[in-house]
């Protein structure tokens, strides 16, 4: 009885070792989308950076690239999800 017990806890413990490595994993996938999005955009976006504010023309592309960066993330992540089920 003791060993089916200590064997069930040490599925417990992997499988909490698994949930916090899923956590900061999803962790990382995160901030690398940010800091990608955020290169990206300031790049395709950011002519004069000189200036303390955003042109309109500046701030409207900034948005549009942030929107469409995270929908294209939102799209392939459920790609990828529907892929992994298969």
């Known amino acids: ?5 200590s064997g069930n806890m040490e599925d417990l413990m992997q499988n909490m070792m698994t949930q916090d490595q899923m956590v900061e ?10 800091t990608r ?3 990206q955009c300031f790049d395709k976006c950011i002519l004069n ?5 955003l042109s309109s023309g500046e701030r409207v592309c900034a948005e ?4 469409k960066f995270i929908e294209t993330s939102k799209k392939v ?10």
Do not use: I, S
């Open 1 to 5: 009885v003791y060993c089916a017990m």
């Open 25 to 34: 994993l999803n962790m990382q996938v995160t901030l690398d989308m940010y």
């Open 37 to 39: 999005m955020q290169l």
């Open 49 to 53: 950076y000189r200036e303390g504010e």
């Open 64 to 67: 549009r690239c942030v929107n």
């Open 77 to 86: 992540g459920a790609k990828m999800q529907g892929q992994g089920g298969q």
